[in-house]
């Protein structure tokens, strides 16, 4: 698992850095920092698990975290921007609402549904007798 | 984290997420349905300036009774039906916070309010900040500064000041301005169509200079005029008026298209090589030259011959430009004598259109067959790409030549592409619900913007020659009335924000904007191809009415 989650957070973090400096313009500090700091804390983490560095589980579990919080809060900027506009707009039509969603369904395995499994699993992994 | 905790987790902020959602709904939705019951904001215009202006709990229509009988003012009544509250003090959720054309915006301060009513807004300019990056250009909610600017201005504060201890209100309001007039799909009759594309030509026609070249584009609620200038709009104004001239028999069209034909004949024609070319400068365009045999050949068959020869002269240019794949070299170097094989959209179709009409006039079976070359290479789709089928250029001229070629070289193939192309369209159409009574038929550019007239009129261009040949063809009787149907919903959009005579109580000079198709509900400026090709596609409609 722990080469699994080094190669899935170092993707991860990839594909978080190509969108946001690649597609994603202008610059918007709020949308910039929590995405750049989950890329930056997987791509740490990825490093330390795919090395097999003594710091790796810690800093998996630092990046699972934050990743998991900040994933939330993202998630929850969408989706409260996605209300205020159907409410200010009223019924702008299924396509909008198709892509916002589209939106939403893209960053939840990365910024929420993974770092639950990590964490998940580092539970795990602290509670079962090492062989 | 175990499992259980995890899904607590998960549930409060679910729960959480849900409450908030609900709150900042329920607090920003405004009820546009509702009877209205707010107070009413009276003001009176004259020559296209807000010169007085009260606000009323009842009997509007005795509001500023002096103002009003001075000459030439109209009185404007905006009732408000509903109003919401803007949070917080942030420029970011004030620009998003009013939906473009639809509603209006109060301020508070010191206990003193006032209102910028949807028409001030308008009037301000103020419905869409346009935020340049490059050679892209976003549409980021209203422009802030202006707005804060005129209402600090009737508080006597400073935009600043009022932004971080003002409090602000978006309202939506009825108004009994007569514009946008009200007309439905049963109103697109052939009378009114044809009433509506004499205005169109009157207007491009008036704002014609002693030269032949047209005042570019007006700004309706300035009465400004636009320094720049455009041949390839040059001569799709001219074709336009040409085309109306020779329909509606009407002398004073033809004359005016004439004119502007003359232009581009005497004073733009340049060498190109073996050839004669239309611009200025070190590189000219296909298109100037395309649209410049349409403009002729319509001259020419309405027995301007003095076109003759320069439409024969101009079509051997764009055939010399036809690359072996059917497409075009769109660009030429006067300077160095040679084609550039840049391609850029519209212009293929321009020269295929261009080439299929120039046939009708000179015989040659050249430009035929550079005509069909032309359609084939652009209604060639790869079965391989399968976004083709939702992914479309603007294929206004395709059609065009489609309908022109039908009789001469019938192509099934382009028949079944623009057909599939119409089949797209409405879901690009605005219905009404949900979409305000007023864009019904309108073309989407997206769920935040107001629609734009230009691109329904020239979808309606190539969409009534698509029903033409979809006529000629034997396509189902069911597929016909769609796409009929279609049609007229969008004619009716394209009517109701006609001006005729448009919102005159803010235009200074509403008589020289008479019968100009505006860029859409809030970019009241008219440029020569918007009544071009909104009139363009009513007077097709109106023509296939009369075979």
């Known amino acids: 698992m722990r080469l699994t989650f080094g190669i899935l957070n170092a993707l991860s973090a990839l594909v978080l850095l190509v969108g946001l400096f690649g597609v994603v313009e202008p610059r918007f500090w709020a949308l910039d920092v929590p995405l750049l700091t989950i890329a930056l ?91 | 984290m175990t499992v ?17 959602a609900v709150v900042i709904f329920s607090a920003v939705r405004i009820d546009r349905a509702r009877v209205p019951a707010g107070p009413y904001v009276v003001s009176v215009w004259q020559r296209g300036e807000r010169v007085a202006r009260t606000v009323v709990s009842s009997d509007p229509e005795h509001a500023l009774d002096g103002d009003a009988k001075r000459r030439g003012a109209q009185r404007i009544v905006e009732q408000i039906v509903d109003s919401a509250p803007i949070f917080g003090h942030s420029w970011l959720v004030l620009g998003h916070s009013l939906v473009p054309a639809q509603d209006g915006l109060s301020a508070t301060y010191l206990g003193r309010t006032v209102y910028a009513t949807p028409d001030d807004l308008r009037k301000l300019e103020a419905y869409e900040f346009i935020f340049g990056l490059g050679p892209v250009s976003l549409i980021l909610g209203i422009d802030v500064n202006k707005v804060l600017a005129a209402l600090s201005r009737e508080l006597g504060t400073e935009p600043g000041e009022l932004l971080r201890h003002g409090s602000f209100r978006r309202f ?180 295929a259109f261009a080439l299929a009409r120039v046939h009708r006039l000179s015989g040659d079976a050249r430009d035929l067959e550079a005509a069909r070359r032309a359609l084939s290479f652009l209604v060639k789709r790869s079965p391989w790409f399968l976004g083709s089928h939702y992914f479309w250029g603007a294929e206004h001229w395709t059609c065009q030549a489609l309908a022109d070629l039908w009789q001469r070289a019938p192509d ?44 329904t009129g020239s979808r309606l261009e190539a969409a009534v020659a698509t029903l033409e040949v979809a006529r000629a063809a034997g396509v189902s009787a069911a597929e016909i009335a769609l796409l009929e149907h279609q049609i007229k919903r969008a004619f009716a959009f394209l009517l109701r924000y006609q001006f005729s005579p448009g919102p005159t109580h803010s235009m200074p000079k509403p008589k020289l904007l008479e019968g100009g198709f505006p ?23 109106w023509e296939l009415g009369q075979k």
């Not at chain 2, 509900?521 to 097709?540: C, K, N, S, T, W």
Request: charged residues 20%; aromatic residues 10%.
């Open chain 1, 41 to 131: 804390l997987e791509l740490v983490s990825a490093v330390g698990l795919l090395a097999k560095l003594p710091w790796a589980m810690r800093a998996l579990a630092v990046s699972a975290w934050i990743s998991f919080g900040l994933g939330l809060l993202v998630v929850s900027l969408i989706v409260l921007t996605m209300v205020f506009l159907r409410g200010i707009h009223g019924d702008f039509g299924v396509a909008a609402l198709a892509v916002s969603s589209l939106i939403v369904a893209l960053l939840v395995p990365y910024t929420v549904v993974l770092p639950a499994i990590e964490l998940l699993w580092l539970k795990r992994q602290s509670v079962e007798p090492q062989p």
């Open chain 2, 4 to 20: 259980r905790v995890l899904s607590k987790l998960l549930a409060v902020w679910a729960a959480t997420l849900t409450v908030c």
């Open chain 2, 172 to 351: 939506a309001v009825t108004s009994d301005a007569a514009y946008p007039r009200k007309f439905s799909e049963a109103d697109v009759t052939a009378d009114a169509v044809k009433a509506s594309v004499q205005e169109a030509a009157r207007y491009l026609s008036r704002n014609q200079r002693k030269d032949g070249s047209f005042r570019y584009e007006l700004n309706a609620v300035t009465g400004g005029e636009s320094e720049e200038y455009n041949y390839p709009r040059h001569a799709g104004a001219t074709y336009f008026l040409a085309r109306a001239g020779n329909q509606l028999h009407d002398e004073q069209l033809a004359r005016a298209g004439q004119r502007a034909a003359a232009f581009m004949k005497d004073r733009v024609t340049l060498r190109c090589g073996a050839h004669t070319c239309i611009g200025e400068g070190d590189q000219v365009d296909i298109g100037s030259a395309a649209l410049a045999v349409l403009a002729y050949v319509e001259l020419a068959s309405g027995g301007y011959e003095e076109f003759r020869a320069p439409a024969l002269e101009l079509a051997e240019f764009v055939r010399s430009l036809q690359r072996p794949d059917g497409d075009f070299k769109h660009f030429y170097s006067v300077s160095e004598k040679h084609a550039i094989d840049i391609q850029v959209e519209y212009y293929t179709g321009e020269a």
């Open chain 2, 412 to 455: 099934r193939v382009a028949l079944q592409f623009c057909l599939d192309w119409q089949a797209v369209n409405p879901n690009l159409q605005f219905d009404s619900p949900p979409a305000p009574s007023v864009y019904d038929g309108g073309i989407s550019r997206g769920p935040f913007m107001a629609p734009r007239l230009t691109p």
């Open chain 2, 519 to 541: 860029g859409s509900a809030l970019d009241l400026h008219v440029r020569i191809d918007y009544p071009q090709h909104a009139g363009g596609a009513l007077l097709r409609y």
